[in-house]
C-alpha cells in the first residue's frame, strides 16, 4: 500500500478520551476528536476536516481545521493546517457529511507555520509535532504565544497534548497541566480510500 494511503486511513477516525475523563474527571473534559477524509475537489489533492468538541456540546466543536496531505518522503508526511472563514457551517460534517461540500480552498486561510509533521515510526504508528522555528502563533488571554503540538497516531489510539510559550521567554503560557490527553479509536473512517484519492498529491 502506498505510504501515504496508510497514513491518511490511520489518520481519519473518531477518537475518544472517555476512559480518562471517567477516571478522572475533575483533570480530563470527555472530549471527541474526528479527522475525515475531504472530498478530493476541494483541493485537488488530498485533505481532511478535522473537528474536537466536548461530548455535551457535540455542534459547538472549539476547535475546527482543514488540512491539505503532502507527502516528503515514505517516512514523513506533512500535514497543512488552514482556517475556516465560516466554521460554523461546517460543524458537525463527522455525522453529516454533506456539509464538507461547503467547504471551499479559495475561502480557506493558511496558517504559515503550523503544519503538523507526521513521522513514521513503524507501518500504521506515527508521531507528529508542529513544524519548526516558533511560527505558529496562537493568541490566548490578550497574549501572542507559539504553539508546541505533540500527537501520536496509530491502529487503536491518539494521543496529544498542546502547549503555548512566550515568544521572548520561551515560558509557558497555557497548555495541559496535567500531561498527555489520551483516546480510544472509536471508528475508523478512512478505510474506503484507495489510490485515487491520492492522485495530484505533491511528492
Known sequence: MHASLLFARTLCGHYSNRDQAQQDPAKFAH???YFVPLPWDVFKAPGFYSEQSYDHDPWRPYR?????????TDHLHIVENYGLSQPERVAGAPQHPALLNEIQSDKLTS?????MH????E???YQGEVEPGKQCKVPRDGRLTYLISEVN???THWTSRDRGFDPETDELVWGSEHGMLYFSRIASLGNHLNESWLAGLDD
Not at 475546527?64 to 516528503?72: A, E, N
Not at 496558517?111 to 503544519?115: I, K, L, M, S, Y
Not at 507526521?118 to 515510526?121: D, G
Request: net charge positive; aromatic share 4%; proline share 0%.
Open 31 to 33: 472530549i471527541n476528536i
Open 64 to 72: 475546527q481545521g482543514v488540512h491539505r496531505l503532502r507527502r516528503q
Open 111 to 115: 496558517r504559515c507555520g503550523c503544519a
Open 118 to 121: 507526521f513521522h513514521t515510526i
Open 123 to 125: 507501518n500504521g504508528s
Open 153 to 155: 497516531v496509530n491502529q
